[in-house]
């Protein structure tokens, strides 16, 4: 398994549009994202993002759990 990547709320961003979620909120310092599941939206995912500040490890762990990525499949994109 591997280990988690030290990165940016921004660059979490892009990864997660990678992979098929879309932005459809950005208020203050969050954006927030969904995906079009069968015929629904996907939970809404929180990301913080602070200009180019890395984002807690804890942080990056839950965004992942509920966006119910894989890390490996995180890390290719």
């Not at 994202?33 to 913080?48: E, N, Q």
């Amino acid at each position: 398994m591997s280990k988690l990547p030290r990165i940016s709320g921004n660059d979490t961003v892009k990864k997660l549009q990678r992979l098929g979620f879309e932005v459809f909120d950005k208020s203050g310092s969050h954006v927030y994202l969904h995906k079009w599941h069968s015929d629904k939206w996907t939970v809404r995912i929180t990301v913080p993002v602070h200009g180019k500040k890395i984002l807690k490890l804890k942080t990056l762990k839950s965004i992942l759990k509920q966006a119910e990525i894989d890390l490996d499949k995180f890390i290719e994109a």
